[in-house]
């Protein structure tokens, strides 16, 4: 994970909230990033399916946030399990009929003790399922509830650690598919220009959280540039980017 960048969205420099009725999906959301992720768009007014692979653990946070401006419901989602994304994906359409809002949040695998020699195979082919293979699972069950009403934003939660231009050798399942994640965003993106649907990926920064250990910056900060990339207004909707705290950064 980098080190955050100085600007940070706020509640002033983030886009207005919208009246229109939306629908997020947030994966990986019981806890740290994707929960502060469900909490600010629940404030915004939209219904936040909280994702998380156990259902008791997504319930208890999903109760945390009652009270919310939007509605926030528990989902069962384990996004390396393809009938798991299939049968939340129909549920989505019989309950709502649309989906405007994916973030692909579940992710693990940040390990800065490990080295690419030393690293053996399972885990980085772990870390491909949940952040390259989880989030395309997820885009493609759920494109069509996009397709439908020709809007979504599609927010992939990458990380400097996987630009091409660092080099660093830690973390190496962690990096290489963080980097796998961004060539993929920039695919989708480019194939859906000019849909209605905006792609793009989002680096929250080093953010203190179990993953990320103590010493980084709020997690309400590196959750604040996702809500930003989660809720971009037409005018202003560029697609194929790569992000942090509302900046476009290097690939």
């Known amino acids: 994970m980098s080190r955050p960048a100085r600007r940070v969205p706020t509640a002033a420099t983030a886009p207005a909230?919208?009246?229109?009725?939306?629908?997020?999906l947030v994966s990986g959301a019981n806890r740290g990033l994707g929960f502060e992720v469900?909490?600010?768009?629940?404030?915004?007014?939209?219904?936040?399916?909280?994702?998380?692979?156990?259902?008791?653990k997504g319930l208890r946070a999903a109760r945390k946030l009652a009270g919310a401006l939007g509605e926030v419901i528990a989902v069962q989602l384990d996004v390396t399990q393809q009938d798991q994304v299939d049968t939340l994906a129909r549920w989505i359409e019989i309950t709502y009929g649309r989906l405007d809002v994916l973030v692909n949040n579940a992710g693990a695998f940040y390990d800065p003790a490990?080295?690419?020699?030393?690293?053996?195979?399972?885990?980085?082919?772990?870390?491909?399922?949940t952040h390259l293979?989880?989030?395309?699972?997820?885009?493609?069950?759920?494109?069509p509830l996009m397709r439908r009403h020709r809007y979504g934003r599609i927010v992939n939660v990458s990380s400097g650690c996987g630009a091409?231009?660092?080099d660093s050798a830690s973390c190496p399942a962690y990096r290489v598919s963080k980097s796998a994640l961004n060539t993929y965003t920039r695919a989708l993106a480019s194939e859906l220009d000019g849909s209605g649907i905006v792609v793009n990926a989002v680096?929250?920064?080093?953010?203190?959280?179990?993953?990320?250990?103590?010493?980084?910056?709020?997690?309400?900060?590196g959750a604040a540039g996702i809500v930003w990339a989660a809720c971009l207004p037409e005018q202003i909707a560029s697609t194929g980017g790569f992000f942090r705290d509302g900046q476009r950064i290097a690939w």
């Open 17 to 24: 909230i919208t009246p229109v009725y939306r629908v997020a």
């Open 38 to 56: 469900a909490r600010q768009l629940s404030e915004r007014g939209m219904t936040v399916l909280l994702g998380a692979r156990d259902l008791d």
């Open 164 to 166: 091409s231009t660092t």
């Open 133 to 143: 293979f989880g989030s395309w699972r997820l885009c493609s069950a759920l494109l």
């Open 203 to 221: 680096c929250p920064g080093w953010v203190a959280t179990d993953m990320g250990g103590p010493g980084g910056r709020p997690v309400s900060e």
């Open 114 to 129: 490990a080295n690419p020699s030393g690293t053996a195979i399972a885990p980085v082919r772990d870390a491909m399922e």
